[in-house]
């Protein structure tokens, strides 16, 4: 007897596209996603789903409008983030989030402008944006989700990679220093900073959710799986496998020195809410350093009304006198 085995059917996307857009309206986060963008590209057990979702939670539970929320991304896995979000979103050149941020919220101080992007992007080609923009305290959301590599150019190992983790640039185990990058944030002037696990969900929504009440430059890492660019050659597991590494090796402490928060290959994970601090932020000292200053300079340069209405007829009698 011969056994017939189950064989999937072969995927097509313009099918699920389809299929997607008939639901169109049904799932409660719908508004917030362009249904036409997907099947997203991410690979399974990848922990970006779980991080945008949480985003879209955060923003759904302090009722922000969409028009009045502004993504901005940069390359890599990360950066497709722009791309799935039904909101006024920039997906912009490589490491150059934060300057396109900067430039967006001076523009429009009113919008919630967020910068979404990963490891390689803000710390490597970005880190000098990265510590200038928290240095000016400028009223940023970020969201770096670490996954220790650069996942979408084939694994390379970055800022971030652990000490003897191989990756496709150091097949006999990376010899560099890694980036804390929560006592780098906090270094470089960050008011909010916040490290989570794709395990914590819900505390990393809560955390996106004091970001966005609270003015400055805010920080938020999210340690996430990359089974296929750094799971597989360190011999990690699935994306399921490392969550479970999150879960049980997760120690939440909140409001400690983040130079005693550092992520290691082995050893517990750090994670919680270190930074929370008061500072003016650019947009507050430009108004009350500059531009009150520039107004006030305005002011004593032009003439007081009456006299600029007298020396105005005065101009006019010459003029009639002259032609007399």
Not at 216 to 225: A, H, N, Q, R, T
Not at 230 to 257: A, W
Not at 283 to 307: F, G, I, N, T, W
Request: aromatic share 8%; glycine share 10%; proline share 7%.
């Amino acid at each position: 007897m011969k056994i017939k085995l189950f064989e999937p059917e072969p995927f097509r996307p313009a099918e699920a596209r389809e299929k997607i857009d008939k639901s169109h309206g049904l799932h409660p986060d719908d508004r917030y996603l362009k249904p036409g963008r997907i099947p997203h590209i991410w690979c399974s057990g990848c922990g970006l789903g779980i991080v945008l979702t949480a985003f879209i939670k955060a923003i759904d539970g302090l009722q922000i409008p969409i028009d009045r929320c502004a993504v901005v991304s940069g390359i890599g896995c990360t950066g497709r983030v722009a791309g799935y979000l039904n909101m006024d979103t920039y997906h912009t050149t490589h490491g150059r989030a934060i300057p396109f941020a900067t430039g967006l919220k001076i523009a429009r101080p009113d919008m919630e402008v967020v910068v979404f992007s990963g490891d390689g992007d803000l710390f490597a080609i970005g880190g000098n944006h990265f510590i200038h923009g928290a240095r000016r305290n400028m009223d940023l959301t970020v969201l770096c989700v670490n996954n220790f590599n650069y996942g979408m150019t084939g694994g390379q190992s970055g800022p971030t990679t652990h000490m003897a983790a191989r990756t496709t640039t150091t097949p006999y185990g990376n010899c560099e220093y890694p980036f804390n990058l929560t006592h780098l944030a906090f270094a470089s002037g960050a008011v909010f900073v916040a490290r989570w696990t794709t395990f914590h969900a819900r505390y990393l929504i809560d955390s996106i959710k004091k970001a966005f009440r609270k003015p400055g430059f805010k920080f938020i890492e999210v340690v996430s799986p990359c089974p296929t660019g750094y799971g597989r050659p360190n011999r990690l597991g699935s994306g399921l496998d490392q969550m479970k590494v999150y879960r049980d090796r997760s120690e939440i402490r909140n409001r400690i020195d983040p130079i005693e928060a550092p992520l290691e290959l082995s050893g517990p994970i750090v994670v919680g809410e270190f930074v929370d601090r008061e500072k003016p932020t650019f947009l507050d000292r430009y108004r009350e350093d500059v531009m009150s200053k520039v107004e006030k300079s305005r002011q004593s340069a032009s003439p007081p009304p009456a006299q600029a209405g007298q020396e105005s007829l005065s101009h006019e009698h010459a003029i009639v006198s002259q032609s007399r």
